[in-house]
């Protein structure tokens, strides 16, 4: 039953060949058995699952349903749900239990999709390892040695062990992208402004964007559906008419031109993975896509203006967290500057801390034209240079990261060399571009992930593509072996 | 040596909203703390500003009455700094791009000239909370109501010699924003708050002293207080051989004194940069039109009309201009009455006076403006005396009848234009008299007219002041004469 697709899920619960209930506990209890060594979940609301799933078999007995009804699924730690804890994967949010729910959390329960708990991931979303997070380490279910990637590092583990089929993410410099990519499934980084900010809790707000993990194209088309659309309560959203995804996914692909942008095949791609994806490029040939070479030639400068730009938010959006309201406040303050400095200090791990210091600084009265502005200039030309290449082609094709999933460790201690992992993701979340990750194949027994990047709003083609490759490939299908 | 004063104001507007600039909790003053505090006011993980239009077109609205740029494109910022009222640990403001450019504002001075105060720009900003310093025996309190109440922060040029021009400018300020609706303007309860900018200088000097900010100067007689306070602390330090340092200072309303608050040395850095929730605010010309359209007669153009129009007196047209309830009051005492000197007279003097005494706005008073020009139609056809319209103007205060004509009649306040009666009243005063009488046809004929007033005064208190003080004079010069 795990294996099954969401629309394979879905015609089994409205054929009644098992309910929702059934559905849930299954997960629950491969959650049961296998997340101790995985680590991807902080919270697994059981009761609340049982609950909900029992509801959605009366909706489904009603015939009151929407094709997400009694589907498991999980939520990133990083969406508000209201009466669930939202920790963030942050100590000074151990015992922050949110009163309201996200929009994205909101929508998808609405749907009828029943909750199975909250995923770990990097401390407020900052590591492309999902090593920084206050809860521990989430091991990659490949090789329980190796990192999931991160941020959404919990569920990308989770939906590739097949301890939920589906699960919510977010992606600010390729934090869902790049831990589908680590654990072989798919994921999809909307258009900045399709999905709701509204409770998705803020680590860079110009970067952040909610989208779907699954394992497949179909999948994320089916849940992107329920996540998009314009909400009055988030300004940076937008008010256009979402399509109908699933009607897109079986376009032909003839006619289509991919872009391969030279600057992403160069000497920081491991070789394997290079040929990974020129097998990927000749499948999509096959199915009547051309491609040509493009250059996006300030793609190495999007390191520097992220990690400007990205920290400088980041020191702002965390500043709410002073043990005052809520969240963790240290023992005993003497005073309000001792009140404001333990409770951060201790409520805060290093990486946060780290991309606090870096952003205050970027923002300081004499640094701000050198930093800051700088770096915005960088990412108008760095979407320039984006425009410019959809004049030439339909979609870029490109890998997601240089190289497969690291081990556990290897880079915790020089944070830079992992800032530069992130090298083809960063671009597209500076430029507020739709790209997914698909699996297309292992390189030492690690998953290797296929990156396309659409024009603003073209998810539905990004989709099609995506979908259309896996109608002529398995790599989406293998799945780790856990016992 | 001479000084002269430079003075530049920074005057905080809370504006009328229903709601609060970037959530929907209401901002009524008043309520039991915290209540009136949302998710997005509390600061919670995850919550996101929507742009009140409303405060926007209030905004706007000011500018365009003080004759400012209105940018097409303005953009909100995050100033950051910790706090305990400051729940985001950034307040949400304008600072490169503000809603308003620069502008003027002609302000009425006491003397009846006009001195033109530049106006640099006008942005908008979410208020902070409260902190509650009392009834927590060592620990704050916070309360989160007026947190995200929209102000309009209203930056002038330092154009300003003097106090009393500070408080006319603050008062200019306080009469466009009420007339425009854009504030209730209630000093007492933060709507309209004040931080000055003083510093002086050797008359004839350009070059500007350095500068003191005195913080939140809530009335408009601390406002000229501290200000005076303040020039002259600087003259004396510099006299005595000290200088000016740059600071932020408290103004002490008890002790009429300010201090120190924090220096610039210990001023942070707010590190301000654009709020990347909030998209710019991009107004299009057909929009600032429209509201153009909209804007009320404003105390200018009100003083304008009262002088050029009505003949009045530039004092009593900036006095009766001053606010908007007084002018809409006297416009209407004027429309029903049709004097404008009797109504300026009774408007700025008996209800002004009365006013004070209660310490009531216009908006309290007990007499409607109907009510007055009912009164003022009795004078002007003789119906009653100056004497007696006070009377019945006090009467009416007192509400001891509805109309003026109800009062007259009930007090017997009519005045006697009957010869024979006022005749009959004279006679009896000039027989009660004899010795005065005797002294005054002995006198010369230039010192008679002094001593006629005796007379009047004996014979307006036996007609308990309803005879008509003209017919008594007429007719008491003829008797004495015999």
């Known amino acids: 039953m795990h294996d099954l697709s969401l629309t394979q899920m879905a015609k089994g619960l409205t054929d009644r060949k098992f309910s929702s209930v059934e559905l849930t506990q299954t997960f629950l209890e491969r959650i049961r058995k296998l997340d101790p060594q995985l680590n991807s979940f902080i919270t697994v609301t059981e009761t609340e699952a049982l609950e909900t799933a029992k509801q959605a078999d009366r909706r489904l007995a009603e015939e009151k349903h929407s094709p997400l009804t009694g589907i498991p699924l999980a939520h990133k730690d990083l969406f508000c749900t209201e009466g669930v804890k939202t920790t963030c994967g942050s100590r000074i949010l151990d015992n922050f239990v949110a009163p309201y729910n996200a929009t994205v959390v909101e929508k998808l329960a609405q749907a009828g999709a029943v909750s199975l708990g909250k995923t770990n991931l990097d401390e407020f979303a900052m590591g492309s390892s999902n090593e920084s997070s206050f809860y521990g380490a989430v091991k990659n279910p490949w090789n329980l040695d190796a990192v999931p990637g991160g941020s959404s590092g919990g569920s990308a583990a989770a939906v590739a062990a097949r301890l939920v089929p589906a699960a919510t993410g977010t992606d600010t410099g390729g934090s869902i992208r790049q831990p589908a990519a680590f654990c072989g499934i798919t994921g999809i980084k909307p258009t900045y402004g399709r999905v709701s900010r509204w409770g998705m809790v803020a680590y860079a707000s110009s970067l952040d964007q909610g989208g779907p993990m699954a394992r497949s194209a179909e999948d994320c088309a089916l849940l992107l559906q329920h996540m998009a659309g314009f909400d009055p309560r988030d300004s940076t959203s937008i008010q256009r008419a979402v399509p109908d995804y699933l009607s897109l996914l079986d376009e032909p692909l003839q006619g289509l031109t991919l872009g391969l942008p030279k600057e992403y095949f160069g000497a920081d791609l491991n070789p394997q993975m290079a040929e990974r994806l020129q097998a990927a490029i000749a499948e999509l040939e096959k199915l009547g896509a051309s491609v040509k070479e493009v250059s996006l030639p300030l793609t190495r400068l999007a390191i520097p203006a992220y990690y400007v730009i990205a920290p400088a938010e980041a020191s702002s959006n965390l500043s709410r967290f002073d043990g005052v309201r809520y969240g963790h406040r240290c023992a005993d303050p003497k005073d309000l500057e001792d009140l404001y400095k333990r409770s951060r200090s201790e409520g805060f791990g290093e990486e946060v801390k780290r991309r606090i210091l870096v952003g205050t600084y970027a923002l300081s009265e004499g640094f701000y034209d050198a930093y800051y502005r700088k770096a915005q200039q960088l990412r108008r030309l760095i979407t320039q240079d984006f425009q410019k290449a959809f004049n030439e082609v339909d979609l870029l094709l490109a890998p997601t990261t240089p190289t497969p999933a690291w081990d556990l460790g290897s880079k915790t201690s020089d944070p830079v060399q992992m800032y530069l992992e992130d090298i083809y993701t960063l671009g597209v979340n500076l430029a507020g571009l739709p790209a997914i990750s698909v699996p297309a194949g292992l390189v030492g027994g690690r998953p290797v992930g296929m990156q396309l990047i659409g024009n603003h709003f073209d998810e539905g083609r990004l989709l099609n593509v995506a979908h259309q490759f896996q109608q002529v490939t398995d790599f989406h299908l293998k799945a780790p072996e856990l016992n | ?482």
């Open chain 2, 1 to 482: 040596m001479q000084w002269e004063a430079v003075i530049g104001l920074e005057v905080h507007v809370q504006l009328a909203t229903q709601s609060k600039i970037f959530s929907g909790s209401s901002i009524a003053f008043g309520a039991e703390p915290n209540t009136q505090a949302n998710v997005i006011d509390l600061g919670m993980p995850g919550v996101l500003p929507v742009l009140n239009e409303k405060a926007v077109e209030m905004a706007i609205k000011f500018g365009l009455a003080v004759h400012a740029e209105i940018p097409e494109r303005s953009v909100f910022e995050r100033k950051n700094y910790f706090y305990p009222d400051l729940p985001k640990g950034y307040q949400t403001s304008q600072m490169a791009e503000p809603i308003v450019g620069l502008g003027y504002l002609d302000i009425p001075l006491e003397d009846g000239g006009i001195k033109r105060v530049r106006i640099h720009h006008a942005h908008l900003e979410e208020d902070a909370g409260k902190s509650l310093h009392e009834d927590f025996h060592g620990m704050t309190g916070v309360d989160l109501n007026r947190a995200g109440t929209p102000l309009l922060e209203i930056v002038s040029e330092p154009d300003m010699n003097s106090a009393r021009e500070a408080v006319a400018y603050l008062k200019a300020i306080h009469a466009i924003v009420t007339y425009l609706g854009i504030s209730d303007g209630n000093m007492a309860e933060g709507s309209l708050r004040c931080d000055a900018n003083v510093s002086v200088r050797p008359k004839g000097q350009e070059k500007l002293g350095t500068r003191c900010e005195i913080k939140n100067v809530n009335s408009f007689r601390f406002v000229e207080k501290a200000i005076n306070h303040e020039i002259q602390r600087q003259i004396e330090l510099i006299e005595d051989g000290g200088r000016v340092i740059q600071q932020t200072r408290l103004y002490d309303p008890d002790l009429d004194e300010t201090r120190a608050m924090r220096s610039k040395e210990e001023a942070n850095d707010y590190r301000y940069f654009p709020c990347p929730d909030l998209l710019p605010v991009e107004l299009d010309e057909a929009y600032i039109q429209h509201l153009k359209e909209t804007l009320p007669e404003l105390p200018e153009q009100k003083r304008q009309r009262f002088t050029e129009q009505l003949g009045l007196s530039a004092y009593d047209a900036g006095v009766l201009s001053s606010s908007r309830a007084l002018a809409e009051y006297f416009d209407r005492v004027v429309e029903l009455s049709g004097d404008a000197k009797l109504a300026a007279n009774w408007v700025t003097g008996e209800l002004s006076a009365q006013l004070n005494r209660e310490g009531i706005e216009i908006e309290q008073a007990p007499v409607a403006p109907e009510q007055l020009a009912g009164l003022l139609k009795r004078l002007q056809d003789d119906t009653i005396n100056g004497k007696a319209a006070k009377q019945v103007f006090a009467a009416l205060w007192a509400g001891e009848g509805h109309t003026a004509d109800e009062i007259i009649e009930a007090k017997g306040l009519k005045q006697v234009t009957d010869t024979g009666a006022i005749e009959a009243v004279i006679d009896e005063v000039l027989a009660a008299n004899p010795a005065q009488v005797e002294q005054y046809r002995a006198a010369e004929p230039e010192k008679r007219g002094k001593m006629v007033g005796f007379f009047v005064g004996q014979v307006m208190k036996a007609s308990k002041g309803t005879a008509n003080p003209q017919a008594v004079n007429q007719l008491l010069a003829k008797k004495l004469e015999g």
